[in-house]
């Protein structure tokens, strides 16, 4: 049966987007809601879901790329799977229209949503910045700067134009973020590595710059915590602009400027630029009837999904759900969000094979970072092959 034929015959909690919050909504519900006559459907473009804040250590190659995504065929056998991009929704009328990957799009009803988009990333209109920019959002972008980065210094061994040499070992990050400062520091290490293995290379010729607009990094901790993390970092051989923002970018010639009076900031070369200027609300939320916030993220949910009980005569004996509250990076726009664990606790008990990595002291960091859409806190060294 298709699922254009099966999706008017019972009724159904359609989340949009599989990723971390997706995945552990349509787990917790799948056999709860299936038992009842039900059924739970996914829809997302990609087959998995990623846990982003492993992807620097899948850039800087302390991380294979599998450790990182979770299967959903794998973890979701009692849920309806559609592969591709939901394009609106009428809430209204319980009316979603969906786009699969392969195949015409099909209207989807509904008996009630999760909104879980997600965030992608946030841009300017920086000239060049789309052309020579990477940014680190997905697997794929993680794999290919891991890539770039062991081809740029391999080819740097080979070049005997100066300037060329010194644009290929110039490697530059913007954004003080999480994600800036575990991307820069995990490149760092991986570059120095890749280094000492070459020996018509120095040490001393390559250059790692971390660009932030703020007079800080990292806002979600302390002053001192972000203090130490600059010296330490500096200490390493990085360079740490703060005030500074990225203003040209085009064919790798990176021109800044100083935040405080919009001075020139200095111009060099780079053919390595990531963007990890943060994220912002997955565009397609504008294509609902959601009360939309200026950022472009469901405000609240709506009137019509309270946040309590599923009425008796759809979803009797689901259980009492966890409320979660939603967020500008990750807006959820319905009541049934559960508890939420790591991947790492998931093929724990799915007893999949384990294998530990030492993180950084900023990835810990992370699971205290009040922004998030719940509170998760890392084990100290976790990494699953799924």
């Known amino acids: ?9 019972r009724p159904r909690i359609l989340i949009v987007g599989g990723g971390y919050v997706g995945l552990y909504v349509a787990m917790k519900l799948q056999k709860k809601v299936k038992a009842h006559g039900g059924i ?31 299967s959903h065929r794998q973890h979701l056998k009692h849920s309806e799977l559609v592969n591709g991009r939901v394009l609106s929704i ?36 920086i000239t060049g910045l789309a052309e020579t920019g990477i940014g680190l959002k997905t697997i794929e972008e993680a794999v290919a700067l891991r890539n770039k980065v062991a081809e740029r210094i391999e080819s740097a061994s080979n070049m005997t134009d100066p300037v060329a040499r010194k644009r290929a070992l110039t490697f530059v990050v913007v954004g003080g973020g999480f994600a800036g400062i575990e991307t820069i520091a995990e490149l760092e290490d991986m570059a120095r590595h890749l280094i000492k293995l070459n020996d018509r290379i ?33 200490g390493r051989g990085v360079e740490v602009l703060l005030n500074t ?13 100083n935040m405080a009076d919009k001075s020139s900031a200095g111009e060099f070369g780079a053919d390595t630029l990531i ?9 397609m939320v504008r294509s609902t009837d959601f009360p939309i916030e200026q950022a472009a993220a469901v405000s609240k949910p ?8 599923p009425t008796a005569n759809r979803w009797k004996a689901l259980g009492p759900p966890a409320i ?8 959820v726009a319905c009541q049934t969000v559960p508890a939420f664990q790591t991947p790492s606790t998931l093929c724990a008990r799915q007893s999949c094979w384990q294998r530990t990595f030492t993180l950084p002291a900023t990835v810990l960091a992370r699971s205290r970072n009040t922004s998030t859409q719940t509170s998760v806190q890392l084990p100290a060294s976790a990494a699953t092959r799924v």
């Open 40 to 70: 739970v459907t996914v829809v997302d473009p990609n087959p998995y879901m990623t846990y982003q804040p492993f992807l620097p250590e899948v850039a800087g190659g302390q991380i294979e790329p599998r450790h990182v995504v979770v």
């Open 275 to 283: 963007w990890c200027a943060g994220v912002m609300a997955n565009p």
């Open 245 to 257: 923002s990225l203003n040209s970018a085009v064919d790798g010639n990176l021109e800044l400027i």
């Open 90 to 125: 009428d809430h209204a009328n319980k009316k979603a229209v969906v786009a699969p990957e392969n195949g015409e799009q099909f209207e989807l009803e509904y008996t009630d949503i999760v909104m879980s988009a997600g965030a992608i990333t946030r841009t300017f209109p």
């Open 302 to 309: 709506a009137p019509t999904c309270a946040s309590r009980m």
């Open 202 to 234: 120095d040490e001393k010729e390559a250059r790692f710059v971390l660009v932030e607009a703020m007079g800080r990094i990292m806002p979600e901790v302390t002053e001192q915590q972000a203090e130490w993390v600059v010296d330490h970092l500096r």
């Open 1 to 9: 049966m298709s699922i254009i034929e099966s999706s008017q015959k």
């Open 324 to 331: 979660s509250r939603p967020s500008r990076t990750l807006p």
